[in-house]
Nanobody
Framework: QVQLVESGGGLVQAGGSLRLSCAASGLTFSRYAMGWFRQAPGKEREFVAAISWSGGNTDYADSVKDRFTISRDNAKNTVYLQMNSLKPEDTAVYHC????????????????WGQGTQVTVSS
C-alpha cells in the first residue's frame, strides 16, 4: 500500500523557517508528481507547491512564491518544502500528495495523500 508520511511541522515565530519532509513508500516515486497543499481551520484546502517527476518543473501559489521552495530526492523517495520568512497566515495543516498524471494545482488530480503535519506561525 502507498503511504505518504509528512514530518517537520511545528511552532515557529513569524520570520522563521521550517523544512517539511514527505517520505513516500509503496509507489515508484520517480513516476509521480508531488504536491503540497494546506488547509487552515474554516478555510478550503489550497494549493501551495508542486513538482514534476524529475524535479524539472515546479509551480507555487502566489502567496508563497519566493518564500517556499519545493524539491525532491528520488533516491530517498522524499519531497521537501523549505519554508522561509513564515507568516501567521501560513498556519495550517500541510499535506503532501502524489499524482501519477502531472504536477497540478488541483488537488483532485492527485491520487494519494499524507495525513498532514501542523505548521503554526506565531506573531
Amino acid at each position: 500500500q502507498v503511504q505518504l508520511v509528512e514530518s517537520g511541522g511545528g511552532l515557529v515565530q513569524a520570520g522563521g523557517s521550517l523544512r517539511l519532509s514527505c517520505a513516500a513508500s509503496g509507489l515508484t516515486f520517480s513516476r509521480y508528481a508531488m504536491g503540497w497543499f494546506r488547509q487552515a481551520p474554516g478555510k478550503e484546502r489550497e494549493f501551495v507547491a508542486a513538482i514534476s517527476w524529475s524535479g524539472g518543473n515546479t509551480d507555487y501559489a502566489d502567496s508563497v512564491k519566493d518564500r517556499f521552495t519545493i524539491s525532491r530526492d528520488n533516491a530517498k523517495n522524499t519531497v521537501y518544502l523549505q519554508m522561509n520568512s513564515l507568516k501567521p497566515e501560513d498556519t495550517a495543516v500541510y499535506h503532501c500528495a502524489a499524482g501519477s498524471s502531472w504536477y497540478s494545482t488541483e488537488g483532485r488530480l492527485y491520487d494519494y495523500w499524507g495525513q498532514g503535519t501542523q505548521v503554526t506561525v506565531s506573531s
